[in-house]
């Protein structure tokens, strides 16, 4: 008696051949096939049933930078035709307002407190002029955490970052944690070179060594793309691919640059050479999109589109600000919209349900997402803070109610400061370490989170604010520290002190910061009673005169200001500028300072005639000649 296997299928053979049934050892035949349908309801997806997995995550990209969330400016066809496809996500957020500690919660599926990255690394040293000292953060992703790719590579997955890692060098390389393949990953959180050769003096950036010369990263890094897809299309594989565009240095392909006419200006999505990367990486994710369509693999592929971060508003020594992402509040490096919300597109044509979600989603939950679609056990002992998106995305059932939290202890280079936050329903908190300020808004109504509901939802705020707290002490957190070698504003080699905007701590409900560049002053100045007070240095005593550089709108000019250093005061009448952010230097008295040290001026308003206060730039100390 010979027993033929020519089948492929266990229980096709088993229902399906005549032959089973009809030829001699009959029991002992259909006991085989039935043991053999046994294993296989019992056993993992067999290789060509589980599906693929893309996940593209791009650097520094706002929701605001594309087609599909509201852009007219910028050109991204790709992944608009992405979001028709599939399902695009409203209110899906970043776990950290800078790269590396999300890049930590995409792959583990944990807020990277529990593994000491809370800066991008190695982070922003201390400096004089900080309230506050920064806790010690992790320079790696720690060995003993458990990545997607790992998950996946130990399920049969072939696996591959081809792009940004940010992770951690020599010894804590992606190779590491679970990747078979690396190309252009190390420890650098901005390329080596936009084009080729891809190095610096400090080296190489791996796997592209032999580029053409002249070559763009962008294109390299999706025709790396394409060629690990074509590698493995006959079992299942799991690419990452963190673009390095759109981060800084913003650079791009001349002929791109030349397609966006006109010159940038502050305020609005204009920034010609921004503009041609963001074509540039929407071009290579098209590039990708098609391979998959090419091999016939979209159908069996999960493919996550997101950022890891909002998009950058601010200047950091650049003329003018790559993007702006209103109507979201300022942007990377920030806990308000702009810097935590980000885009998140899911396609998986037969699976997912097109349309649009407004469920609130985190880049803590791709890793459990991943494990329920491909089939991947999730260790018994392995706790993640993250919820499965794929019953959502596929049926539409709304996701459990849950909290979402931030813990961001540093003075971010955009200017951020060092603070948390947490959005639960429709509200969320943002909390101010260097003064334990607190602000609350409804993120539904008030995107722009312009509205501080602190005074008008005072339970709220409290409820909010002890469950950050909690979650702190949950997940390990570390803060800040008093900085013993506090030394704010102080003088020029001329003796002048000058205290910018960025430097006040506010205070009361309305007035705040706005660091936006066509701004870049306190604001929003339309409760009487908020003010504000400047730390400065003074190293040689005498009188000062005082300057301020104010703006006012038209009609609300008159309201008379209050500046004091102790006992010493300067009251002025605003002055009607023609528009709050049209600013005129003016000279408004002098006071008196008796001996060096470490000085606190308060700002504050004894009458608001018109919508606001004024808009304040700057204050400036001149020693009194």
Not at 388 to 409: D, F, K, N, V
Request: hydrophobic residues 35%; contains cysteine; neutral net charge.
């Amino acid at each position: 008696m010979s027993l033929e296997l020519e089948f492929t299928h266990p229980i096709a053979y088993a229902l399906d051949s005549p032959r089973l049934l009809l030829t001699s050892g009959v029991a002992v035949r259909l006991s085989f096939a039935l043991c053999l349908l046994c294993l296989y309801s019992s056993s993992p997806l067999r290789a060509a049933d589980k599906p693929n997995v893309v996940l593209i995550v791009i650097d520094d990209l706002g929701p605001r930078d594309l087609g599909c969330y509201g852009s007219t400016f910028y050109k991204t066809p790709n992944i608009d035709r992405a979001a028709k496809e599939g399902v695009r996500f409203t209110d899906a957020y970043a776990a950290c307002p800078v790269c590396s500690p999300t890049r930590a919660s995409i792959l583990t599926g944990r807020y990277p407190q529990r593994a000491g990255i809370t800066d991008w690394i190695p982070g922003r040293k201390d400096a004089p002029d900080q309230r506050l000292n920064r806790p010690e953060i992790r320079n790696e992703l720690p060995l003993e955490e458990t990545t997607i790719a790992k998950m996946l590579q130990q399920n049969g997955y072939a696996t591959a970052l081809i792009g940004k890692w940010h992770l951690g060098g020599k010894g804590f390389e992606p190779e590491k944690h679970g990747f078979d393949v690396n190309i252009a990953g190390d420890e650098t959180g901005t390329p080596r070179s936009y084009f080729a050769p891809f190095e610096n003096k400090l080296g190489k950036m791996p796997g592209l060594e032999n580029a053409k010369e002249g070559e763009y990263l962008t294109d390299r890094l999706a025709a790396e793309a394409e060629g690990f897809i074509e590698n493995h299309k006959d079992k299942p594989f799991f690419l990452y691919l963190p673009h390095y565009g759109v981060h800084t240095p913003l650079k791009a392909p001349q002929a791109l640059v030349d397609k966006y006419k006109g010159a940038p200006a502050h305020g609005k999505q204009s920034n010609p050479v921004y503009a041609a990367m963001v074509e540039s990486m929407d071009a290579a994710v098209g590039r990708v999109l098609k391979k998959l369509d090419d091999l016939k693999l979209s159908d069996n592929t999960l493919v996550i589109f997101t950022s890891d971060n909002g998009g950058l508003a601010t200047l950091e020594g650049m003329p003018f600000a790559p993007t702006i992402n209103s109507p979201l509040r300022e942007g990377k490096g920030y806990l308000y919209e702009g810097g935590v919300r980000v885009p998140l597109v899911v396609k998986w044509p037969g699976k997912v349900k097109p349309g649009t979600m407004d469920q609130v989603a985190c880049s803590i939950d791709f890793f459990d997402t991943i494990l329920e679609a491909t089939g991947t056990k999730k260790p018994a002992n392995l706790k993640t803070d993250g919820v499965s998106l794929l019953r959502t995305i596929t049926s539409g059932e709304p996701l459990t109610s849950r909290a979402i939290y931030w813990h961001y202890p540093h003075y971010a280079n955009q200017g951020g400061r060092p603070g948390g936050a947490v959005r639960s329903g429709d509200y969320k908190l943002v909390e101010y370490y260097e003064d334990g300020r607190r602000e609350l808004f409804d993120v539904r109504k008030d995107l722009s989170e312009s509205r501080n509901l602190v005074n008008d939802a005072p339970a709220t705020m409290k409820e909010l604010a002890a469950a950050l707290d909690s979650w702190r002490k949950e997940v390990g957190a570390k803060m800040p520290t008093p900085n013993p070698d506090y030394r704010p504003n102080p003088p020029d080699k001329d003796g002048v002190i000058t205290m910018p905007a960025r430097t006040a701590i506010v205070k009361g409900v309305m007035l705040r910061f706005e660091p936006l560049p066509h701004k870049n002053t306190l604001g929003f100045w339309v409760n009487k009673d908020d003010s504000a007070v400047f730390d400065f240095t003074v190293e040689k005593s005498g009188a000062f005169a005082v300057e301020v550089l104010q703006g006012c709108g038209k009609g609300s000019g008159g309201a008379e200001v209050e500046l004091a250093v102790g006992d010493e005061k300067v009251v002025f009448t605003v002055k009607d500028t023609g528009g709050f952010q049209n600013f005129e230097t003016r000279a408004v008295g002098t006071i008196q300072i008796e001996m060096a040290g470490r000085y606190t001026m308060t700002v504050r308003a004894k009458t608001k005639p018109g919508v606001a206060v004024m808009d304040l730039r700057q204050i400036v100390l001149r020693p009194a000649k």
